[in-house]
């Protein structure tokens, strides 16, 4: 196994621990219950799957950036839900089962909406850019599906015994990620400083704050529904980028694009989460409905 090849399974493995760890703390009932509120599920679409790529493209249009460092941003933007923002909800206050159902409801909507924005987008702005809807599946399938429907079982059948390795599970997938974020910034730090002079800090910046912006506005009244799908829109999911890069382009801009983006992203993500804790303890009413 190759160096690239290692270091992309402990990403996986990494973010399906992220998926599993949540769903041995929730339960099968709470989580289809939380699916019935249409009007919640609407808003979680037009922040995560609209807003965002939308905003990619126009900054990417605006500013004078390489094309396949746009292109790299764009695959990043239409990528929807990074697995470890489940722990993200829950650490935010929402319940193991809720941060499940609104992740489960809007990643398995990147099947089709994923292989039908890219086409939308590359038809729209010249971009020669597809991916297959199977594919998108298959990677879901393996990175969500089974790891959290496993989890879940396991949560029915032996509960107590979920609750306890939960947060072993989490860390591990913790230290994982750690090491995976080390490792980019050892093999690609150069490289990405390049970028940041043609105004891809600047396109990949706008992108993530409007992922944020417009979770928070439409995530509803209460702090830990809003910051949950501010927190979910912010996060784009570095596999399924991956492998609409990989399907279209081997050119390094693209590759080093999606990781300047996810690790942006990570920055401006938990500057936000720190807004937040600051704002909720000068307004103490509204922290109580968290």
Known sequence: MDQKATVMLLV??????????????????????????????????????VIVPIVAVVACVVLPIHYNTRLGIVIMAVSPLAPFVAAKMVRVGLTPSKAISLYVSMILIAVVAVPLTVAVLGAIFSMEVSVSAFAVAKLIFVSVVMPLGLALVISAVVPKFSLRIAPTVNAIGSIGLLLFVVLLLFKTGRQMIDLIGDGTIVAISVTVIAGLV??????????????????????????????????????????????????????LSAAYQQWMKRWALRTPNDAMSH
Request: zero cysteines; a positive charge.
């Open 12 to 49: 996986q493995v990494s973010l399906i621990l992220f998926v599993a760890s949540i769903g041995l703390r929730a339960r099968w009932q709470d989580v289809l219950g939380s699916l019935s509120n249409a009007g919640t599920l609407f808003r979680n679409f037009i922040a995560i799957y």
């Open 214 to 267: 417009s979770g928070h506005l439409l995530g509803g009244s209460r702090r830990a529904d809003r910051e949950s799908l501010a927190l979910a829109a912010d996060a784009r999911h570095p596999g399924i980028a991956m492998l609409i890069a990989n399907s279209n382009s081997k050119d390094e801009h693209v590759l080093l694009a999606i990781v300047l983006f996810f690790l942006v992203s990570i920055i």
